[in-house]
């Protein structure tokens, strides 16, 4: 699981991205550029329809619509659809919607009125599970804990767990980025660790063909007690070269006896790897 927060430069973007050129695809463009592919990338947009989102919504191929027991918030996704109209048309960019209704409390009127509409506008876009409303929630956000952590026996997690559940059993392959590679394929994909002691170093990185010698900031290793730094990189079969780049200067991984001539006079490190079950 790796996470990209958020951080206050980011409310700055759309002022900076106003007049550029493609600013409307630049997190798509990023996602497809990533070293390593993902069974699930979630991005969770900020509560307007600006920049921002118009780049979540193109860089996706599903959007999770989640919809408190209000009239209002039943109003902020008429607006919102609207909007997805308006990519699918000016784009032709398709996104499958699908609507979850959160903070249900079937004793209210109001909660269940609204469950009847939303029933009525989102046939067969509307997720079988219910998040009903708990306390358990806001326990846990107090506490700065996952509902997984904090109630495992409420109802809230026992709502979360089938909400999961039913995405993953419904879902069909999406082709998102530059690979078409069905799901099932990337069980065929090996976490493969990267370590090197450099206890002076500031930075260090992992480059190989597997990245076509980029430079990238995706395979810098992270830096453990003792000088010891490390990576994992989700890796296709295949037979690999790499190197090190500590503080910028190239060094091979003397861990790894395994060693071949590269084109400038030095030496790179080959890993090969195989499938699950193989020899």
């Avoid at 027991?69 to 039943?74: C, D």
Wanted: charged share 25%.
């Amino acid at each position: 699981l790796d996470i990209v927060p958020s951080d206050l430069w980011l409310s700055t973007f759309e002022q900076h991205m106003s007049m550029v050129h493609g600013r409307e695809t630049r997190l798509k463009e990023a996602i497809e550029g990533l070293y390593q592919p993902y069974d699930y990338i979630i991005i969770d947009c900020p509560p307007s329809l600006g920049l921002l989102t118009f780049n979540a919504l193109m860089a996706s191929t599903e959007v999770f619509i989640p919809i408190e027991m209000s009239v209002f918030s039943l109003h902020g996704t008429g607006k919102l659809l609207e909007i997805l109209d308006l990519v699918r048309t000016n784009t032709g960019h398709k996104i499958r919607v699908k609507v979850l209704a959160t903070m249900f409390d079937g004793r209210t009127r109001i909660a269940n009125k609204v469950l009847k509409d939303m029933e009525d506008h989102f046939k067969g876009s509307l997720f079988s599970t219910i998040i009903h409303a708990s306390v358990r929630f806001r326990e846990a956000a107090a506490q700065g804990k996952a509902i997984v952590e904090h109630g495992r026996r409420s109802r809230a997690y026992s709502d979360y767990m089938a909400l999961a559940q039913g995405v993953v059993e419904e879902e069909e392959i999406p082709e998102v980025g530059k690979s078409s590679e069905p799901r099932n394929s990337l069980l065929k994909h090996r976490r493969m660790q990267f370590s090197i002691h450099a206890p002076e170093a500031n930075s260090v990185k992992v480059v190989g063909n597997f990245s076509n010698w980029t430079q990238d900031a995706g395979f810098e290793l992270d830096r453990h007690e003792g000088g010891n730094w490390s990576k994992e990189i989700l890796l296709p079969p295949g037979v690999y070269q790499y190197k090190f780049l500590v503080d910028g200067r190239w060094v091979e991984d003397r861990n790894n006896p395994n060693l071949v001539q590269d084109p400038y006079g030095g030496r790179n490190a080959v890993i090969e790897i195989h499938q699950q079950g193989d020899a």
